[in-house]
Each structure stands twice: as C-alpha cells, then as structure tokens.
C-alpha cells in the first residue's frame, strides 16, 4: 500500500530503484508466446534494457497524475502477452493488475521510449501506458482523488457516463466499482448541451496534448448505481455487492476487463470504504487486518472445520493463491461467491473433474479440490474477519 501524500517532495536514487527492482526482475520460470514459442533470454534482456535503469536521476522531483482511462499495469513496459505453458493463455505473466478512471498516481520513472510510466498507485506499483496518465501538480491530483465533500463513488459493478457529441474524451466512459468522481457545477443547468437536471455533473480527467491534467465536466445519470459516500459497513452490503459481479469472466490480473480474485474482493470492499492491498497474500498477511485467524501445516482437519463453522457472511478464506468470500451456511454447507479459474470436484468414482468457472461463482465450499487427495479444507491457510 502506498500513501501517496505521505511521500517525500524529492525521491533519491535509490528510492525509485527500489520500487522498480521487486517488480521488473528477470523470470526465473519459462515462458511462452501466444505461438506456443519458447521466449528468448535476448527478448527477456531487452525489456530489462527498456526499463532504463541508468536514466534514473540521482534525485527528482515527486510527480503525480490522475489516469484517464482503464488501463493495465504491467511487470515490463511492454503489452507482449507471455504465459507460463503452451497451452494455458488466460493467465498472462506479465499481467500486474489494472487502473480505473480518477486513481490518483505518484509517476517514479519512464521507460527507455517514453511510451511507458512506472507509477505508483494507493495499492499496488507496475508499468502502465504513459497515455493512461495526465500529470498534475501534486495539489490537483491528491485534491481531486481525496475530494470527501461533493462526490460520487460508483456502486455498481460500473456505471456509463451520457453519450456526449461536443465532448467525446467524456462521452459513454466506463467506470468501475469504488470509482469517486467530484462533482462539477452545470452553468445555467446545462452541460455539453443537455440539461443536467435527470444526471449528477461530474468532473473527468483527461490528458491534454502535453500529456497535462485537465478536467472536464461530464453527466453520470441518476439511474446509475452511485452514492454520495461509501456505502455502509454492514455483511448485507457486502454480498450485495459481491453479486453485483456475479458471472463475470475471471480475468487474470484485471485482464480481459474483468478481475481475478483478490482484485473482486477490493473492489467489493472499496465500496463499502475499506482498501485492501491488492494480491492475495498481501492481504492475507496485512499486519493492519488482525481479526484473523492463521493455520500452519500441523493444523488439524478438525480444527481447520471448527474455524470454517463459525465463519460469518463477508469473512475471507485464503488457500495458496486463491481467496472466497463467504456467503453463509445452508444445511450445514458452507457457501463461498469467489472469482475463478479453475475449480475441481470427485465424482461418486473418485475421479478428478474440471470444471473451468471462469468467473464469478457461487459454490459449496467443501467440495472443491486441489486433487484427488487434497480439498479446500485441507490446503486453508487463513480466515480474515473485516474489521
């Protein structure tokens, strides 16, 4: 987690290096293009040579910018999809996460060809497209992001801004979940010529020709799912908002304009005024989220079934690399709404089965597998109560 307006005015060296040198390391597995090809060391060796480490200054000046469309953030700066076997391409290695309208940036570093920006954002830090962000002053851009007073945060799984012929930059944009936008002024009640009196006027940012920060005032309609602040902390919220993404294509890393996991799980919680980190462990280790409890490799079956009993609507179950949110107890079954790839279950012949959910599902939580010998139950390592 960042918080960007606790970060210093000038970065040293050193500081940029280590936000970059965690991320844009050389692989250590074998990858493969969407061919079936196997990814050359010279290939990997030139997207290390693009992150340009020999340009970062000995000292800069700390820099902001608010990102104008939904974009992805990248380990390299380079889209080139890469996956780690022949024949699974939904899961692109390369694939970080993603960025949504409004989210306030600290911009560290570009890339060899200034096409890309190594940024910072409140919850994770990749390479993202340098047309994604229109730079500010620090002032503008924490301004805006942080505006408490006279905005609206979308509720919804997303919203659509009104079709607008005089100002295509604001006309028909998306926004997801959690996104906040301030509100604006309607000169005489009109904006882009339409009477604002059925939308609420919000301000957008874009990205001028110099790649500066500017705002415009666009219509977000009342019939959109939107609220002047977060919605309540309460477990009914909670898994009504989890529904609202109910069927969605799992999307690795936020790809496919979808999300994975841990990101559905943010956003479910942003939208009730809570910010997750962004990855599964991370949010599973949080030492800032202790209503939790741990279970290491000696932990009995039993006790792993006792915990899973007295689990609660919107608590979190973490396994290596996945997390669920529970929806509550039916019969004596545990019942989870999680975003998914993948899912195995036995037959009455104990043979393993695929079931390839691909998105947001709702699922009894004992029977999924690991394999033939393993379930959910016993490969849990965490249950997170918020707060």
């Known amino acids: 987690m960042h918080l960007l307006a606790a970060l210093p005015l000038q970065w040293p060296r050193e500081l940029v290096a280590g936000w970059i040198e965690p991320l844009s ?105 340098a047309d994604a962000v229109a730079e500010g002053t620090r002032e503008q851009v924490l301004g805006y992001a942080y505006n408490q007073k006279s905005s609206r945060i979308i509720s919804g799984a997303r919203a659509q801004l009104v079709y607008t012929p005089e100002e295509p930059r604001v006309s028909r944009v998306e926004l997801e979940m959690g996104t906040r936008l301030p509100l604006s002024v309607a000169v005489n009640g009109v904006v882009n010529g339409q009477n604002a009196y059925t939308s609420w006027p919000v301000l957008l940012p874009l990205r001028d020709p110099n790649g500066k920060l500017a705002l415009r005032t666009a219509l977000l309609p009342k019939t959109a799912d939107s609220a002047a602040a977060p919605l309540p902390f309460t477990r009914a919220n909670l898994l009504r908002q989890a529904f609202k993404f109910l069927g969605e294509r799992y999307g690795w890393g936020h790809d496919y304009d979808g999300r994975d996991c841990s990101g559905f799980v943010s956003e479910v919680y942003r939208s009730v005024g809570v910010e997750l980190p962004r990855n599964t462990g991370d949010q599973s280790r949080s030492p ?43 019969d004596g079954k545990l019942y989870v709404i999680h975003d998914i790839e993948g899912g195995s279950w036995l037959d009455a012949k104990g043979e393993l089965h695929r079931m390839h959910l691909n998105g947001v599902s709702v699922t009894p939580f004992a029977p999924l597998r690991f394999d033939e010998a393993t379930d959910f139950t016993d490969r849990l390592v965490s249950i997170l109560r918020i707060p």
């Open 288 to 330: 800032v989220l202790t209503n939790r409890t741990d279970f290491g490799p000696k932990a009995s079956r039993a006790t792993r079934e006792r915990a899973l009993a007295r689990t609660r609507p919107g608590d979190l179950l973490f396994i290596p690399g996945h997390l669920m949110m529970v929806i509550g107890h039916v």
């Open 25 to 129: 390391k050389t692989p250590s597995r074998t990858l493969y293009f969407t061919d079936g090809t196997q990814v050359p060391e010279a290939w990997i060796a030139e997207r290390q040579s693009a992150v340009a480490r020999n340009a970062i200054p000995a000292t800069q000046p700390a820099r902001f910018g608010l990102i104008v469309r939904r974009a992805s953030l990248r380990t390299f700066p380079d889209s080139t999809r890469v996956f780690g076997d022949t024949e699974d391409h939904d899961i692109d290695r390369f694939q970080e996460s993603a960025l949504f309208v409004g989210t306030p940036v600290a911009i560290a570093h570009h890339s060899r060809d200034g096409r890309w920006l190594f940024v910072l954002a409140p919850n994770y830090a990749a390479w993202i497209e």
